[in-house]
Nanobody
């Protein structure tokens, strides 16, 4: 069983940066593909970014490409999401998730494929 805990959310102004972290207990994250998703009020949960388990390939939603970076630190059992140039539209609860499949990152956009989820961390970007 993998328990995921997100941290690093907060309230920032547009243009600022935040770094979200996802830590794991019960297992190393190196054998899992990891994804970040977000859920804003009145909207469906959407894919943000993913990193594959073996090659470390990455994939991003078009809305965050060039602004967000996903990375992993296997020794620390963490996956991070560096978010730069934040916009009010980025306001949401952000969730990290773990997927046991060994597939390229481009196959990791479907939230239904993930096996474990964190509780989420709120990110609010004011204009």
């Amino acid at each position: 069983q993998v328990q995921l805990i997100e941290s690093g959310g907060g309230l920032v102004q547009a243009g600022a940066s935040l770094r979200l972290s996802c830590s794991a207990s019960g297992s190393t994250l190196s054998t899992y593909a990891m994804g970040w998703f977000r859920h804003a009020p009145g909207k469906e949960r959407e894919f943000v970014a993913a990193i594959s388990a073996k090659s470390g390939s990455t994939d991003y939603a078009e809305s965050v490409k060039g602004r967000f970076t996903i990375s992993r630190e296997n020794a620390k059992r963490t996956v991070s999401l560096q978010m730069n140039s934040l916009k009010p539209d980025d306001t949401a609860v952000y969730y990290c998730a773990a997927d046991r499949r060994f597939v390229p990152a481009s196959y990791l956009r479907d939230s239904r494929e993930y096996d474990y989820w964190g509780q989420g961390t709120q990110v609010t970007v004011s204009s």
